[in-house]
């Protein structure tokens, strides 16, 4: 039968013993039922059996209807695979991918999009960091093949896969009166003058709810729409706050005092988000692989570099 047999024929037929239906069957493959029954009765003469008895109008699947049934569907299935397989290394070998970021994920956006380089050099790749209003509309827009961001958004329907710890810590300056404290309680640091994030900002969200939880909450003394401001604030002695650790990379061990406090670090992700029902390209979803696969080495990360502040490491500070 290989000889004479096309793929068609199994397709057909394969659309027919699901939907017990050479109507349901053409209609699904865009065919008239002539075209169906013709390529079914030449099938048929090239296995030798009948593969189908017609009961009224129903169609029911003879033995070797059964097995050639099965037999097709592992062919496409195999088929299929090949196809992926071919434009998988197709699309590696010099696809494109767009990333964007919002502000607080350039901590570590940058270096993850370098080592992905490093092992797909063909992808061309550009990031954009930017804030949540203009994450939110290139989201709506479809711009981007994937979005790195603390807060899925509630406005759009998404897919969102945590890739990464993102523990919120409390901030002094090395020489506050708080630095050296076993522990403090959320009532402790609602005295304290706070610097805040904008409103609107996850890390702010957070903060505030840790404080809601108790019936509490904190004195904005500045209202600042950076983290590295609130950061210069800080060390410039204006207030105490709480910040995603990964802002703290690249500082100095001792810099910062990370206040060992009730409710603290806040647990929160890190997420590479998708609008849902898109089908993400090859690249991306290589990229999104490649940031599953690094989800252990990127939280030692935070705490291999220098992550030692206060005379803390990230250990120490309670979970
Ligand atoms: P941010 O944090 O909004 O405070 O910059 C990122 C996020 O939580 O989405």
Do not use: C
């Not at 063909?122 to 949540?132: A, D, F, H, Q, W």
């Amino acid at each position: 039968m290989r000889h004479h047999t096309t793929f068609r024929q199994l397709e057909i037929f394969e659309a027919i013993a699901r939907h017990s239906s050479f109507t349901r069957a053409s209609e699904e493959l865009y065919l008239t039922q002539p075209t169906v029954s013709m390529q079914m009765k030449k099938l048929t003469d090239n296995v030798g059996a009948p593969l189908v008895e017609l009961v009224g109008k129903k169609v029911y699947l003879t033995e070797e209807g059964r097995e050639l049934a099965q037999a097709s569907r592992e062919i496409f299935a195999i088929l299929d695979r090949y196809a992926m397989s071919v434009a998988r290394r197709q699309g590696l070998e010099k696809g494109r991918l767009r990333l964007m970021a919002i502000t607080t994920a350039s901590y570590f956006a940058p270096r993850l999009l370098g080592d992905f380089s490093k092992l797909q050099p063909g992808i061309e790749v550009t990031l954009r960091v930017t804030n949540k209003g203009q994450v939110l509309a290139s989201m709506a827009d479809n711009l981007d093949d994937l979005y790195l961001l603390g807060t899925p958004p509630k406005e759009i329907d998404v897919v969102a896969t945590p890739i990464m710890d993102n523990p919120i810590v409390v901030l002094a300056a090395p020489d506050h009166p708080f630095a050296k404290a076993k522990k403090l309680s959320l009532q402790d640091l609602a005295t304290q003058p706070w610097v805040m994030r904008e409103a609107g900002s996850g890390t702010r969200t957070a903060i505030e709810g840790v404080f809601a939880e108790q019936g509490l909450s904190v004195r904005p003394r500045l209202e600042l729409g950076s983290n590295e401001a609130v950061k210069q604030a800080i060390l410039a002695g204006l207030g105490i706050s709480a910040i995603s650790s990964h802002a703290l990379t690249l500082h100095q061990p001792g810099q910062f005092a990370v206040l060992n406090a009730e409710g603290f670090p806040i647990h929160r992700h890190w997420y590479a988000v998708y609008p849902a029902g898109r089908q993400i390209s090859v690249v991306a979803q290589a990229f999104l692989d490649f940031l599953l696969s690094q989800r252990n080495s990127a939280a030692s990360f935070t705490l291999d570099n220098g992550a030692y502040w206060g005379g803390k490491t990230m250990q120490d500070v309670p979970a």
